[in-house]
Each structure stands twice: as structure tokens, then as C-alpha cells.
């Protein structure tokens, strides 16, 4: 059995543009791409932690040092410039695999410079200056 695991994922990333009259996709610093090992057109969630969306697309590479994180098309419509986002990728694994697998975590700063890359981290020992409720 193939299981969908949570791959590796950019935490609490700004989005700096939107642009709707693109085709689709959100633009994303190379730096913040190969720290999170995310390919050029691999399909991606963005879970808007400010407006509560979610909605999934393909990843482009952005300039490297940029920090950008531009959500292109239809989705623009729900991504505004400033919202904090996480982008997320998931991967097939066979069982055993699974049971193994660690995600990846790239945690940013308010301009999408990468901060730490570490396993993903449970919600109760989440260092505090990544706790929205500030504990």
C-alpha cells in the first residue's frame, strides 16, 4: 500500500505579490525551493493562515534572494500581499517508508529568508516565536 505523506513544507512565508492576470501558479524564491527540496512545476498546497484559505497549484522558481512569493491566476483572488502563508508539498510512499518518513520544515522570517530547516515540529513544543498565540 502507497501512502501520501507531508513532504516538506516553507512555514509562515509572506506573500509579497498576487497577480491575477497570470495563468496559475505561485512564484517562489529558488532559495526557499532546493531548502525545501520543491521542484520547478510540482504541484504545491498554500494554506493562507491570515484569510483561512486553502487551494493547491504548481511551484515556479523566482529569483534566488528574492524572497518572493508571488500567487499567480485565479488564485490571487484569495492570497493578498502581506497574508502569512505555508506551502506545502506531499509525496507516495510504500508502507514501511511511511512509517519512517520525517517532513521537511523551512521556517522564514517576515521576509523569506530561511531561518532554520528542521523536522517538522508538534504544535504544542513550537518555539514560541512561531506561535501565533504568542505563548
Given at each position: 500500500m502507497r501512502r501520501k505523506m507531508m513532504y516538506s513544507k516553507i512555514h509562515r512565508?509572506?506573500?509579497?505579490?498576487?497577480?491575477?492576470?497570470?495563468?496559475?501558479?505561485?512564484?517562489?524564491?529558488?532559495?526557499?525551493?532546493?531548502?525545501?527540496?520543491?521542484?520547478?512545476?510540482?504541484?504545491?498546497?498554500?494554506?493562507?493562515?491570515?484569510?483561512?484559505?486553502?487551494?493547491?497549484t504548481y511551484a515556479i522558481p523566482g529569483p534566488s534572494g528574492s524572497g518572493v512569493i508571488c500567487?499567480?491566476?485565479?488564485?490571487?483572488?484569495?492570497?493578498?500581499?502581506?497574508?502569512?502563508?505555508?506551502?506545502c508539498t506531499y509525496v507516495q510512499m510504500?508502507?514501511?517508508?511511511?512509517?519512517?518518513?520525517?517532513g521537511k520544515c523551512v521556517r522564514v522570517d517576515e521576509n523569506n529568508k530561511i531561518v532554520s530547516t528542521e523536522p517538522e515540529t508538534p504544535g504544542p513544543k513550537m518555539p514560541a516565536k512561531y506561535d501565533a498565540t504568542g505563548s
Open positions: 512565508a509572506t506573500v509579497t505579490h498576487a497577480d491575477l492576470h497570470y495563468e496559475g501558479s505561485v512564484t517562489i524564491d529558488t532559495d526557499l525551493l532546493e531548502a525545501a527540496d520543491i521542484l520547478p512545476y510540482e504541484w504545491i498546497c498554500i494554506w493562507n493562515v491570515t484569510q483561512g484559505t486553502r487551494l493547491e500567487v499567480n491566476g485565479a488564485a490571487a483572488h484569495l492570497n493578498d500581499p502581506g497574508d502569512i502563508v505555508i506551502l510504500d508502507g514501511e517508508e511511511a512509517r519512517n518518513h520525517v
